[in-house]
């Protein structure tokens, strides 16, 4: 099954965040950045509106130059107290939508829908229902892009800023890249840009139509990255790095929405068998099994049961799950998707292998 993983990236964070504050900056030219002193002053632009963008004015822009170019502009100097209070509101939000979330810098996070989307259309639709959240409750704008890898939806939620949605599909991304200036791929910017217009490479379709063996042969480790990265190849997870886990889940949709209970069984064994890879790994133990289940018209229930001890029992969960979907056994729904997820987590404790004789719950 493909991947569908959304890159979610603030716009103009620093200024939008004065603008929320201050409407009556709305629409103008926001400078965030150093003191211009009239021209004089030294230091760089943080960020800017983006109808400060429409005078050249750029991130990491001389303050002098901004000056010079918008001298009516509105120049701020910068409040991280409350950039960093919004960043979290907004990693809170997005955090929701996914457990498999990483993010990037202050104002950007990837998250993982694979398991929650049959189509790109509905992968869409989170990133609209994303966007939309954020805006009610931070009063910020985001824009997400929508692509099978993480360096796709990079380059994606750059296309249509401010406010944009842009999605890339493994059928589609080759030609909607093919025209775009290289530096639109991460890690390409100003200076390694000549090494690649010297060889006559200046588009994204340039690169990706050269052969792996000549990439290599004229810009070695970086130009073998960049020329996966154009042609699909980028297996890296969307994983949070620090921090400690709460929870382990996963949850499948169904091709098409069923009744049929060798189905239904057949894919918690599969998603308790994928959970059951990390819980082995990290030798982690839990208290909670939580079932998820999903109706048709996007119904949805879970059930959760704590035991009064750490268990780490692959077989254990597949009983408990199977116990807790009884209650809807005789529902004349059809089931959209199931999901399991263990929580109440302790690392490396004495987990019990269990059978349904010791089964005690509270
Ligand atoms: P970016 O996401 O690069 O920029 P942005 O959010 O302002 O604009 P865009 O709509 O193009 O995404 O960076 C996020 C914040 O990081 C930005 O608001 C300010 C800060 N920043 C700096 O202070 N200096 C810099 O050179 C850059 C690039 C960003
Ligand atoms: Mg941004």
Redesign the pocket.
């Known amino acids: 099954m493909g991947r569908f993983i959304l890159h979610c990236?603030?716009?103009?964070?620093?200024?939008a965040v004065e603008i929320r504050d201050n409407p009556q900056y709305k629409g103008k030219p926001v400078i965030?950045g150093a003191d211009p002193k009239e021209g004089k002053g030294r230091g760089?632009i943080?960020?800017c509106s983006y109808e400060a963008r429409v005078f050249g004015l750029h991130?990491?822009m001389p303050i002098s130059q901004a000056y010079r170019r918008c001298p009516h502009g509105i120049y701020l100097r910068?409040n991280f107290t409350r950039y960093l209070k919004a960043s979290k509101k907004v990693m809170k939000i997005i955090k929701q939508y996914s457990e498999d979330f990483q993010q990037g810098?202050?104002?950007?996070a990837y998250i993982e829908v694979s398991d929650k989307c049959r189509e790109f259309s509905e992968a869409k639709m989170i990133a609209e229902r994303i966007q939309k959240d954020i805006c009610e409750k931070v009063g910020i704008g985001i824009?997400i892009g929508c692509a099978p890898t993480k360096s796709l939806a990079k380059i994606a939620s750059?296309l249509n800023?401010?406010n944009g949605i842009t999605v890339f599909t493994s059928e589609n991304y080759k030609e909607q890249l093919k025209d775009l200036d290289i530096t639109r791929i991460p890690g390409i910017g100003k200076k390694s840009k000549v090494y690649f217009y010297n060889k006559g490479i200046r588009t994204i379709g340039n690169l990706s139509d050269i052969s792996l063996n000549h990439i290599i042969k004229f810009f070695g480790k970086q130009g073998k990255w960049v020329w996966q990265i154009v042609n699909g190849i980028d297996n890296r997870k969307v994983k949070e790095f620090h921090g400690k886990r709460k929870s382990i889940s996963a949850e499948r949709t169904f091709f098409t929405d069923t009744y049929d209970f060798n189905e239904i069984l057949s894919r918690f064994e599969t998603i308790n068998k994928k959970i059951h890879k990390t819980v082995n790994k990290n030798q982690i133990s839990y208290k909670t099994i939580t079932l998820k289940i999903r109706f048709e018209r996007f119904q949805t229930f879970t059930r959760s049961r704590t035991f009064p001890y750490h268990i780490q029992d692959e077989k254990f969960v597949l009983n408990t799950i199977l116990d807790l979907f009884k209650e809807f056994s005789s529902n004349k729904k059809k089931i959209r998707l199931v999901g399991i997820k263990l929580s109440n987590f302790e690392k490396n404790h004495k987990a019990r292998q269990t059978n349904l004789l010791n089964y005690v719950c509270i």
């Open positions: 990236d603030l716009d103009c964070f620093f200024a965030i760089v943080s960020t991130s990491g910068p810098g202050i104002d950007e824009s750059d800023k401010p």
